[in-house]
């Protein structure tokens, strides 16, 4: 018995208590962050689409996370968002197809409730959908070559739009 | 040499089991759970909407999560899940836009497979979808002021249904 | 005074490296760990609908995950994911209601871009949305009965289909 002893017992367990959070912090840097940012667009009134696209890219490579999803979302029922390849020709094919489930120029319930005039706009956004959720893999959102994220307004006047772009992963 | 300087090298790392316990709980306590819980709705025949955001709402607070996402789904094929501004115009504005993309009155072949008559409820919940995920933060759904969530029965008959809201985040 | 003492100290801090480690390890193992798979499918021409319930299960099955969300999506503007009661008469249903809202034998500006001849393809992929977001409890996906995952390919030609599933969860 005597120092040698008991220093051989200490030995074992001797941590700073700086190695000690260290070694904590170290293996529970495997959570899960979230990250929620938000994206600015301003807008053309009746169906203008936008493509945001490199605004999602950017909010996920300003979080450093490498696998997980990017939800992306509008808060407001008069705009909607989805994916599109993004050329001259589908946005106005685009339009034009929405005329056919919202039709310009016909009477919405919608109008008596507030005097409004965006009936076809309300209607549009709740069958598109308000957000869509993109998958990402080695911090690159998983979209084909000819896929870009299209943000769709389609109220009937110009707007200011904060969008919500929330990556969460590891 | 002697006790002195023994103690002194204990003491950098004296610690309790109990502070030792409480010192990683403190730093794991950034993991990411999942709750998932059951919401119950009755809804009535043809085209019924449901404002659901105070049920999603609750979920959440209950979870005791600060940012992240709610996912809102219906386990069923005759269902969807949107968002709305939930007014009366609107409620009755969308049946009739759904009427265009399917409508009733039609012969469907998914009504010769079962002898069923809600071919047109099942078009329906396929165009629109089954559930949404939608974003929170500061324990908060991120919505707009006019902005609901939405379950829409598109059945032929009255139900009541099961759906699932789900919160992830930390 | 003396070594008891001493001892007596050591004893609550008493915790060999691997125990230290392990305990470590113990608690933060409710990580939420993300699998990211391709599976592929595939299709004929003009709105084939595929029942991927099974390939998505397969993924989740593989992760060893109970509870969180499965992402389906496709890297693609011609395509989309929802829910469907998969039999024979809805895949004859939804290729009709289809040609309701993106009509084949019109005009498409997307044709002038590129001189192909599938912009209806691209308008239906659009607003039916290239994913969808499935919850899991149990390691099961929460689906009704009657409730299968679908991939629609909306293209003019048979194409060969790397599609996304992401598991997230704990």
Redesign the interface.
């Known amino acids: ?1 005597g ?1 040698i002893k ?2 051989n ?2 030995k ?6 700086e190695t ?1 959070k260290n ?3 170290q ?2 840097k ?5 990250i ?1 940012k938000t994206i600015s667009v301003e807008t053309k009134k009746d169906t203008d689409l936008i493509d945001i696209t490199n605004h999602v890219s950017a909010v996920l490579k300003s979080s450093g996370l490498a ?3 990017a ?1 992306v ?5 008069t705009g909607s968002v ?4 993004y ?8 339009p034009e ?1 929405l005329e ?3 039709p310009s120029g016909i009477n ?7 005097g409004d005039d965006n ?1 076809k706009s ?2 549009r ?11 990402f ?1 080695n911090s690159q959102l ?3 070559t ?2 870009q994220i ?1 943000f769709m307004d389609f109220d009937t006047k110009a707007r200011k739009r904060k969008l ?1 772009v ?1 990556v ?3």
Chains 1, 2, 3 share one sequence.
């Open positions: 018995m120092y008991i220093l017992l200490i074992v367990q001797y941590l700073t208590k000690f070694k904590i912090k293996k529970t495997i959570k899960m962050p979230v929620t696998q997980g999803i939800t979302f509008v808060p407001g029922a989805s994916t599109i390849e050329e001259p020709g589908l946005l106005k094919d685009i197809a056919r489930i919202a919405y319930e919608h109008h008596k409730t507030w009936g309300h209607v956004a709740t069958f598109l959908g308000p957000g869509i959720v993109v998958p893999i998983i979209l084909g000819w896929q299209v919500i929330q969460m992963g590891e």
